[in-house]
């Protein structure tokens, strides 16, 4: 049978199809048979399986499975201005500031995420605003369609967040998705370390993006258990988003400790990658969490 790859995108019918067409871009694919007679669409507990990118050479890239695994995992691709620069170096002092510029990038990723977090939070206390309003007995219909008007462009600039990207790579996703994956070296081994995008395709969120708040356009009457709902589902993003920024934070201290030792001549070997092919090449602690 023959298969083709096609993009499933978000749901948000209340969009226009320019803006709708834009998603496309960030969204995973699935393989469905061409006859489109059905569908198969992955299982989700296995929408996480792998790594879709990581953070090599402090760029966030796809995996190239053709490269070794340092070069694939932790260097990038190396230039010959590279090899020149780091001649002096040891490979293991060179190798460390490969691993410190890519837990920079990753707390970029995560600062910047942090941003569209706080301004997409901004807006849905604009929305329950303009929901509490609309509920008020002594509004009008003019008021009323004053205040869905605000809730339209509240929701607008939520996608325009919910698109938003750091170096090429989605800060956000709709439903599971792959994490970023930053490796570290640990007590002789390499850890894969992730970080994930945040998941606005969350029950709450979805319902309050597919609301309205007064009038006969596209869309259900909200109520204020769905913008708490949402609320809740935000924060937990908010959380997210926390956590992983003291992970990342934390290890760039202990490879600047690792860095500082090496110079004081404490001797450091770089560990081998896992060849073990049912783990993968590097350690995951969290893998059945």
């Not at 698109?163 to 081994?189: C, M, Q, R, W, Y």
């Not at 997210?240 to 001797?267: A, E």
Request: glycine share 8%; proline share 6%.
């Amino acid at each position: 049978m023959c298969y083709a790859l096609i993009f499933e995108p978000f749901n948000f019918s209340f969009l226009p199809a320019k803006q709708r067409q834009e998603l496309k871009s960030i969204h995973d694919m699935k393989i469905i048979p061409s006859s489109n007679t059905s569908q198969v669409s992955p299982p989700k507990e296995n929408l996480k399986n792998g790594f879709a990118k990581v953070v090599a050479g402090g760029r966030i890239i796809r995996i190239d499975s053709q490269k070794p695994y340092l070069e694939r995992m932790v260097t990038g691709t190396i230039s010959p201005g590279d090899t020149i620069t780091h001649k002096a170096k040891s490979k293991e002092l060179a190798l460390l500031e490969s691993i410190t510029a890519n837990l920079d990038a990753g707390i970029k990723f995560v600062d910047q995420q942090e941003t569209s977090l706080a301004k997409i939070g901004g807006k849905l206390s604009e929305m329950a605003l303009c929901l509490n309003k609309a509920r008020c007995p002594d509004s009008d219909h003019t008021e009323r369609t004053v205040l869905q008007e605000k809730f339209s462009q509240a929701k607008d600039a939520i996608f325009k967040e919910s698109i938003s990207s750091f170096d090429h790579s989605a800060l956000f996703s709709n439903g599971p998705s792959k994490p970023l994956t930053i490796a570290v070296p640990n007590h002789g081994e390499w850890e894969g370390l992730s970080i994930e995008r945040s998941d606005l395709g969350q029950t709450g969120l979805k319902t309050v993006m597919g609301g309205k708040v007064y009038g006969d356009g596209p869309g259900f009457n909200l109520d204020h258990g769905a913008i708490k709902r949402a609320f809740s589902e935000w924060r937990s993003l908010c959380t997210s988003n926390r956590l992983s920024w003291g992970m990342l934070v934390d290890r760039l201290h202990g490879i600047s400790s690792l860095h500082q030792k090496i110079l004081d001549g404490t001797p450091w070997r770089i560990p081998e990658f896992n060849s073990s092919p049912s783990y993968g090449p590097l350690r995951r602690p969290h893998r059945n969490n």
